[in-house]
């Protein structure tokens, strides 16, 4: 297995906080992003006055944006109250956790034996930047191709039914799935994991790579849950 050095100190996510553009889905990325780091907190109430200050925008583009967020699952929209950051419960999490390892476990088959080699090339790719992402501390950057890689494999399979309840479900846990990495450790062994889990791939062993993407998803839950359990102790 090819070395892969530690990450550089994290970096402080430039890309993440600041305006990308002014259209509904470009507010929309920026909103997600800001739940996905944690600066808006689960069962919060979105300020629109002050978001549409901060991306100097209108409210058009910004209600839009929430609108987007809602088919999410990460806003709901009260009527006469506004966006608020959807909050759920350890045991909300744990059953979609337990949802998407399900999926994943059902994409195997079909994707060990429908991936081609562009297929593989890409995936490929995806984790060289990965890890490039990985070694210069971009935590955000990192996470988007982790999970670019799972929604390719997934892909692979040929299933578009299960690739729109997989993209549906995944969206509404990013946050969590994000804080898993946030752990050193945690963020060092699932690159590790991800070599592995592409090498299997490659070699077409349905069996072991439904056991190892279960594993994965399982260690990354357990650092991920007590992100959460904390997260809901400071709420209450």
Known sequence: MTEISPPSKPRSYEHAHSPRGRSS????????DMIVLGDL???????????????QVSRTPLREAFKILQVEGLV????NRGAWVVSLSVQDVADIIKVLTALE??????ACKNATETDLAELDS?????????????????FALNQSIHLKI?????????TR????????VRR??????????RWADAVEEHALILSVLRRREAGLLRELLKSHHQRGWQVAKAVLENERAQES
């Open 176 to 185: 969590f799935r994000f804080a898993g990495n946030e752990v050193p450790t």
């Open 165 to 172: 309840i997989y993209q549906t479900e995944s969206a509404r």
């Open 76 to 79: 709901e929209i009260r009527p």
């Open 25 to 32: 889905a470009h507010v929309a990325d920026y909103l997600r």
């Open 41 to 55: 907190k689960a069962g919060a109430r979105i300020d629109e006055l002050a978001m549409t200050e901060k991306l």
């Open 105 to 110: 476990g059902l994409a195997i088959e079909d």
């Open 126 to 142: 995806l984790h060289a930047d990965m890890v490039m992402a990985y070694q210069g501390g971009d935590l955000m950057g990192y």
């Open 154 to 162: 997934v892909e692979c399979a040929g299933n578009p039914a299960l």
